[in-house]
């Protein structure tokens, strides 16, 4: 019989990243600044009318303060 933790094993290919947001989200997440959409490059969202605005994203939580 095989253990528990052998069935909750991913598939290879079909695992995101822990911090991967899904697209749902990304489409209605802004940038606080400008208000323009974001995309996602690793651990950071990055907004689209201005790259130097950058969002680190920690364990799948994206933070979203606007720089000081």
Known sequence: MPSASSSATPRPG???PASALSA???K???CPVSGSPL???GDQLISTSD???RYRVERGVPTL???R
């Open 14 to 16: 079909k695992e995101r």
């Open 24 to 26: 749902d989200l990304l």
């Open 28 to 30: 209605i997440l802004r």
């Open 39 to 41: 995309r996602q490059e």
């Open 51 to 53: 790259e130097t605005l």
């Open 65 to 67: 303060l606007a720089p």
